[in-house]
Every structure is written in C-alpha cells, then in structure tokens.
C-alpha cells in the first residue's frame, strides 16, 4: 500500500470518523501549501516549498498539522516534518501517522506517544481554550469577550474576492492573532511586519470579520462597528480605500478637507472610514476635525506605518489617539523594536505577532536581492582651490564628506558620473527608484537620467518628492501601473521610502546615506515585492548604506531600545497639513556649487563589488559566500568524479542544482560566482570544480570539441541534431541542455516536432540521445 493508498482507505476514513470535514465548523485541508519556496534568482525557480499532508481547521483556525507516510514505515516516520510545520504554524498539535498508528505531540508541554485514535474537533478545541492557543483562556462569555467571540469570528469567512484570495499562512496567523486579542478585551495591539507582507489586507480582513460579526465596543453583537483607517500620507490612506472596496460604497468613506468644509461638518454615515493624520489635525481655528466625533465614536482605529510619529510622546499626532482612546487601536509596522521607535512599542506593547523581511524571503513570498557596490575617488572630496567655485564660497583644505554632498556642497560632475554609471549597470526596461539627498538634488539627478538615458521618450524619468504635489502623485500611480512602462525611473528624497506598493522595482538606487535601520528597511522594502518574472532585485549603492547589513539589529534579534525621556505633553495641532519630513528644509546654509577643472571628470575612477545572499538569509561578501560553498560541497559529493557523473546528467544534475539552492546556493549567485572568477565562458561545473578541488576552468568551446569526438556513436541525423545542441550550449551555457529546453531547441531545428521526429526517430530516442551525449562533455 503506497502512500496515496494509505491516506484514501485508511487515513481519510479515520479521520471523518472523528468528525473532521464532518462536524460543523470543522475542515480537512490537504496537500495545504505553506510556504511558496524561496526564489532561486534564476527563471523563476523556487526551492521546494513546505508542503503539509494535511491541516486540521475548526471555528475558522487551524488547530492541528498532519503528516502521512505509508502503512509499511514507521509510524513516527513523518514526526520530525510534523513538528517542523507545526512550529512554523503555531500551531499546539502536530501528529504522524503510517494509518495503523497515530502519534501525536504536544508543542506546548512537549508531551508526546501514541494515541488510539483520532481526537475529535471539540477535543482538540478545548484543550487549546484551556491552553494556550488561538482561543486560549478566553472568558466563554461573550459580554466579557471571549471565546464566545472567537468563535463568532470564526463563523465570518474570509472575503476571498471571488476565490482568488487566500490568506498566506502568516496572514492567516496575523489575523487570528490580532481577532483573539480583541476578544480578550486588549485595548492597544501591535502587528509587526516586512514591508510587501499585506499588511493592509491583514487589516482589511480583521475588519471584515469584525463587521459581519457585529462586534463593537459594547460587545453587545447588535451595532456593526466604525472603523477607522489612519495614515500619515494621502497615498496610503487612497491605497487602503481601494483595498477595502469589498465593503458595501455606502459603507466606505474618505474623509477629506474639502468635503469637509463643502458640507459644513465632518461625515458620519458609514462604517469604514479613511483619512490622514493631518486632516484630522486641520479645522477651524484652534478646533481640530477629529474633535467633532464623540470620543467613543470609533470601534476600531487602524494606524498605519504607526512606527512614523502616531504614537510618539512627542508627536502632535498623539493627541488623536489619546482622544479616541476608547477605541481599540491596531498598530501596523514593518520595523522591529528599535530605540528610534521606542515609544510606538510602548504604547501599543509588545507585538502580537512578527514576520521579518528574512523570513518573507526564505519563504518565497518575498523577492531576494543582490548588492552591488560601487566605490569611486570622489566619494569624499578636499578642495584645494584648483576646482571652480561657481557659487558659493568654501576655504581651500575643506574636506567634504559623502553626507555633505549635496546637503552643503553640490558637485553636477559628480553626480552626472554616478548617474552613467547606474544606467550603465541597469536595464533601460527596468522600473528603478533613486533615492537622493533631499529635493533639489532629487531635481538635479531627474534631469542628468533623463540626458544620460537611452530612452526617446521626455517622460522616462520623474520626480517625486512632497513638493511636487498633485502632478508628483500622479507620476506615482502611473509608475506603480505595471501595464505601464513610463516613466521608468522615479527620483525622490523620503516620499518613496515607505507604503509605495509598486510592484516591478527592479531597482534601488542610493545616492544618500542611509543611516537609520528603520529606514532602510522601509527603503529595501520597495524592492522585495513579488511580480512575474522578476526574480530578484538589485541594490545599487554609491553611499556605503550596506553596512547596515552588517549591523546585529539587520533582521536580528529584537533588541531592546534605550530607555526613552520622560513623555512630553502633546502639541495641540500641527501647522501645515500633509506635509511629509522631506519638505522641511534640513539646512538652511546656501550651497556651494563646485565645477571640476577641466580633465578631472574623465578621472574619475569606481570598481563595483556585488555582495550575495548567505544561507542565514543576511547578506555577505563573495569571499564569505564561496568559503561557505567550499565547506558545502563535501557533503554532496564525495570526489571530483562523482562530480563530474552528476553533472553528466540532467536529472541529478538538477538535484545537485536544487539542493544546493535549498542549502542557500542558488543557481543566480552560482552564476554571479562564474562571473567574478572570471569563468563566464566556462560552465557551472567548472566553478564547483574550481571551489572544490582547485581545478582549472575549461572554455564550453573546448567541452564542446571533446563531446563531438564521440559523434562516430550516432548517425548522420544524430551528429548534425548533436552539433546544433553544442553550438546553443557554447552560445548561452549549460541551462540549454535541460530537458525543458529540448522542445525549444528541436523547433530552432527543425521548426517542428513532427518534422524533428523525421529525421531523429521517436521521442523516446530524441530524449534518449540528447541526454546520453551530455556525459561526453565532463569526460
């Protein structure tokens, strides 16, 4: 009896038989996809993903995790996946079973054995109401909030907009998290975040199942909630309405300055609604708008990016909080504790739940990226008079350092190499984000992109920072279109840091030092989106902003920040409405422009270095990462002609291929490698050869002349099929002798596999002889 076998006559049964897909409220998810596999960089492949052979759902949670073997191994044989998943999850109960026996662990107390039989959904849900869980010690009165309401909750399905939406399974974790912690009766919650996680359809779905489950303040089951969306940019409050348009339009409402003031009064008829920190802020006089609502007119407010100042002891914007603070509060972030930040944890406490940007990575629900870094002689610079002052003045022997460019001193040769460099190293193609000093800067590169590029199109490259307003935000969403392909470089300062959700960014591009952890986060968070066909994201740095990859707080350990001062009182309200930090001059001394005499910009010289993603998901440099590879390799074959036997075959030289990308090798940083010790022309085979055994690199041509010297084994046919496969092999490497690509290769050929099969035979002998003769390339 095979596995198959196993779950449909003896697992499956067993299972109904304790009333699991049987008892109302209960379900039976199978082959349940965890994680998607992280992307290897290379055509869209994907390490295996976490597949569980079955999930175990009831109350709208999953409860349990199950994995199946078949009757003829032993029954713990699935227990270490089992247990693997079920930490993944959260999840209390993980069990392994063969369909004779059943295993069950308890990852609570640690508690593990054999059990007679399958426990039922009632049975599973009350330990973990007793326990700790996803209803766990929760009051069963609903008045009190309790598990009354969770499972009120859990009768609310997700919105899946027409089934094509399902949570990811950190998703679905946030969301009951968040659920449960309402249900106790926690006032202030806090979800923790990577950036292109769906923070927003988190929050979206907790207000779904809060709506349609009645709940409100008063927990009386009777009144829908009022909910309200708060941001701090006009973007993202936009961004939000558009992602909660499953809501009735009646239910939906933006509050604006302008409707406000046309109708005389702030709206109150509606159940979602969505604003801006300084619109509430704004209003008459010295009377803010959020102080025409009752205190407690709002359920639930949502706070979004809340790390940026809405729970700052010192921000204007607490005062809102503070107003509402009958209301419970959900603050969204993507930056883990930091002493920069310290007030938003601890206001809210300590997160609910957490996903960091390596964890969204190692799963493949995020894109990876590369860096590349570029050092050139005039990233700092002494005057020493021999230069032209065009404004300004300046002492000769001033030293200026790479954070006064362009903040004190402003040097358009400078800038004008750096921009060349970065189009150079880029597709035209490709959607990039500048990120530069501040706005006037941000105007200067916009304009040299623009006569640098190889485009004809005026609009290829925009601006977009807080002072370009209307037509700025307009750049934006033409930019975010991904039917669009102009403009195809935005420059900015801060606005694009951060709640940007454009989704082909291919590239980064920092011309300013990047300082702070949270923003940087923020600013690698515009690339790690997924979209088809982009495999990976590249990083372009002029400013040594990568060092913050070696900093311990890079997707370490929390840490704990340093104590904050002693809380201010809040400002009553601020001055001017939606106008983001960038727009605030940040030094008001006039520049000195400086023209390089006459030859020195030919002189200007930068070497690029690209680092690569380590196995522990941090990056590293390309000495560390083959170091890493050369202590791997051993352990995957044992000499260099059992290399070469694997690498004779397509199919275990794939899974040499996928093991090393599960292993955090993948084939695009093998690639990368090829090309840093300077084997492009060789095959990837030389390169773990190389790292291995210190073999020399041979040119594919030279392989491909020693695999025709075995062409007197075919026919006429064969040989002239055989050479057409070399000479693409040679042309672009070993990735055209997959078998995937045999299709392709047979229609260059033959225009048809029809036609192919004429002169060749049958497919299996085609197959055949494609296959066979790759051994002749590694003899």
């Known amino acids: 009896m095979n596995e198959a076998e196993t779950r449909a006559e003896l697992i499956d049964p067993a299972l109904r038989e304790a009333g699991w897909g049987v008892v109302e409220g209960s379900r039976v998810r199978r082959e349940f996809k965890i994680t998607l596999g992280r992307l290897q960089g290379a055509a869209g492949r994907r390490n295996a993903p976490d597949i569980a052979d079955y ?87 609903p008045e009190v909030g309790g598990s009354g309401w969770v499972e009120r909750f859990g009768t609310i399905p997700f919105e899946d907009k027409s089934g094509t939406w399902q949570p990811r399974y950190y998703q679905d974790l946030a969301i009951a998290r968040v659920l449960d912690t309402i249900a106790e009766g926690r006032e202030r919650i806090l979800l923790t975040l990577a950036t292109g996680t769906g923070k927003t359809a988190i929050a979206f779905q907790v207000a779904w199942k809060l709506f ?87 359920d639930l407010i949502i706070i979004d990016e809340c790390h940026r100042g809405g729970a700052n002891d010192e921000s204007t914007w607490r005062a809102i909080l503070e107003y509402f603070s009958p209301a419970v509060q959900l603050g969204l972030t993507a930056t883990p504790k930091r002493d920069v930040n310290a007030d938003t944890y601890r ?121 370009d307003g209307k037509i700025g935000e307009q750049h ?3 930019f975010q279109d991904n039917e669009r392909s102009i403009p195809t470089i935005l420059t900015t300062s801060q606005k694009l840091s951060t709640g940007v959700d454009a989704r082909n960014v291919r590239n980064i591009v920092l011309l300013r030092r990047i300082k702070s952890m949270v923003e940087f986060k923020q600013i690698i968070g515009r ?59 940040a030094d008001p001394r006039p520049l000195v422009r400086i023209k390089l005499a006459d030859g020195k910009e030919r002189r200007i010289q930068h070497t690029v270095k690209t680092s690569f993603w380590g196995p522990d998901g941090t990056p590293i440099s390309a000495e560390d990462f083959m170091r890493l590879l050369f202590g791997e390799l051993p352990r995957l074959f044992k000499d260099e002609e059992e290399l070469r036997t694997l690498w004779g075959r397509p199919d275990t030289r794939q899974a040499l291929l996928d093991e090393l990308a599960g292993k955090g090798f993948p084939m695009a940083q093998l690639v990368e490698l090829q090309r840093l010790i300077d084997a492009e022309k060789s095959d990837l085979f030389d390169v773990l050869a190389y790292i291995a055994y210190n073999t020399p690199a041979q040119e594919r041509t030279a392989r491909a002349a020693q695999a025709r010297a075995s062409f007197d084994r075919y026919d006429d046919g064969q040989r002239a099929f055989l050479d057409f496969v070399l000479r693409q092999y040679v042309q672009a490497g070993v990735e055209e002798l997959q078998p995937d690509k045999l299709p392709v290769i047979l229609q260059l050929k033959y225009r048809s596999i029809p036609d192919a099969m004429r002169e060749l035979g049958d497919v299996a002998r085609i197959r055949s002889t494609f296959v066979d003769f790759q051994q002749w390339l590694y003899r």
């Open 55 to 141: 999930i175990l759902e009831y109350q709208g949670r999953m409860v349990a995790v199950v994995e199946a073997k078949k009757a003829s191994e032993p029954v713990t044989q699935g227990l270490g996946q089992a247990k693997k998943y079920a930490d993944k999850l959260k999840l209390r109960h993980a069990f392994s079973t063969n369909g004779k026996g059943i295993y069950q662990v308890d990852m609570l107390s640690g508690r593990e054995g054999d059990v007679a039989a399958w426990p039922t959904p009632d049975e599973l849900w009350g330990v973990l109401a007793n326990g700790t869980g996803p209803s766990a010690g929760i009051s069963d009165d």
């Open 212 to 298: 349609h489950a009645r709940w409100n303040l008063r927990r009386d089951g009777q009144r829908r909630p009022r909910i309200l969306f708060l941001a701090d940019r006009n973007i993202l409050a936009d961004q939000a309405f558009n992602a909660f348009s499953a809501f009735a339009d009646d239910a939906l409402v933006r509050i604006d300055p302008d409707s406000i003031r046309r109708k005389g009064r702030v709206p109150t008829n509606g159940s979602v609604f969505f604003t801006i920190f300084q619109t509430f802020m704004s209003g008459p006089g010295d009377t803010p708008y959020f102080g025409d609502y009752p205190a407690d007119f709002f």
């Open 527 to 585: 690339g790690t989106r997924l979209y088809d066909g982009k495999d990976y994201f590249t990083i372009h740095d002029f400013t040594r902003s990568h060092e913050l990859f070696r900093d311990p707080a890079w997707d370490g350990e929390e840490m704990d920040p340093t104590p904050p001062k002693g809380p201010k009182g809040p400002k009553p309200y601020p001055e001017p409405p939606d106008t983001p930090p960038e727009s605030i001059p």
């Open 347 to 467: 206001y809210f406490g300590e997160p609910v739940y957490t996903y960091s940007l390596k964890e969204g990575i190692n799963d493949g629900f995020l894109t990876p990226f590369k860096v590349r870094e570029y050092r050139s002689t005039l990233d700092d610079y002494t005057f020493v008079g021999d230069d032209e002052v065009v404004e300004g003045t300046i002492e000769a022997g001033t030293y200026i350092s790479e954070d006064e460019f362009n903040v004190t001193v402003e040097m358009r040769q400078r800038e004008a190499h750096r921009v060349r460099t970065f189009l150079e190293a880029i597709r035209p193609t490709e959607k990039t984000l500048v990120f530069c000093a501040n706005q006037p800067h941000a105007l200067l590169v916009r304009d040299l992109i623009n006569q640098y590029k190889t485009s004809t199109d005026p609009n290829y490259c925009h601006r977009v920072t807080a002072n």
């Open 476 to 478: 934006l969403r033409d």
